[in-house]
């Protein structure tokens, strides 16, 4: 089975605060995923990686930043937290055209 | 830019019916996903669809293909009230020089026991 792990299910914090979300996938995939999900806009792209360095900009990157230095780990910073940030965050790792999800971290910016 | 329309918004059955939701698009994709997403959690995979027309069980799920690659339906059969979440269709497609993944809206079902 395909495994996603978020490093935080839930999360408070404070506007211009520097955060830090973790993923890690165990099965060696080599894209992996950055949304962000609200109520009433859906499922919506941060930031992609195809490969350990690598980053794409998704549909909505402004505001954060990636970083992929193991093939295994995705993370996403926000470098000044505000609280338009707050949201659902969902990582994901692909298999063939499969995405497959982590449990996602509630953040709540304050 | 691409669009999945997926309809009903939401369904409130009673056990043991039927379910069908849909997605439809204006564009052509080469792969339909379906997710389930419990409150709370992230999205599950609950079939991909490869191929125009295929056809694809997951227990009591079923999924299809359209021919077209425009659209795909789910139905759930003989609901039951752990069937409650929110589904998603979403179609893999190439936009701009990169594969993307394009979400439906979802569809929300409750299941009265």
């Known amino acids: 089975d395909v495994k996603v792990t978020q490093s935080s299910r839930y999360l408070v914090k404070r506007t211009g605060e520097k955060v830090f979300l973790e993923c890690v996938q165990d099965?060696?995939?080599?894209?992996m995923f950055w949304y962000r999900q609200d109520p009433g806009l859906g499922l919506r792209l941060i930031y992609f990686?195809?490969?350990?360095?690598?980053?794409e900009k998704g549909d909505i990157p402004e505001g954060y930043s990636v970083s992929r230095e193991k093939k295994e780990r995705f993370s996403l910073i926000l470098e000044s937290a505000s609280t338009n940030q707050t949201s659902m965050y969902l990582c994901?790792?692909?298999?063939?055209?499969?995405?497959?999800f982590g449990p996602g971290t509630r953040l709540t910016v304050t | 830019g691409q669009q999945l329309n997926q309809s009903p918004q939401s369904m409130f059955i009673q056990e043991g019916e039927d379910v069908s939701m849909n997605c439809t698009s204006s564009?052509?994709?080469?792969?339909w996903l379906w997710y389930k997403q419990e409150p709370g959690e992230g999205p599950v995979l609950l079939i991909a669809?490869?191929?125009?027309?295929e056809l694809t069980s997951n227990g009591r799920l079923t999924a299809q293909f359209g021919i077209t690659r425009k659209d795909s339906f789910l139905n759930i059969s003989a609901s039951i009230p752990s069937d409650v979440g929110i589904y998603f269709c979403?179609?893999?497609?190439?936009?701009?020089?990169?594969?993307?993944?394009?979400f439906g809206s979802g569809t929300r079902l409750l299941v009265r026991p």
């Open positions: 994901a790792s692909r298999l063939r055209n499969e995405q497959y």
């Open positions: 099965m060696d995939h080599e894209n």
């Open positions: 990686s195809y490969d350990v360095k690598m980053k």
């Open positions: 564009s052509i994709f080469n792969t």
């Open positions: 669809l490869y191929k125009a027309g």
């Open positions: 979403a179609g893999h497609a190439r936009m701009d020089s990169s594969y993307k993944l394009i």
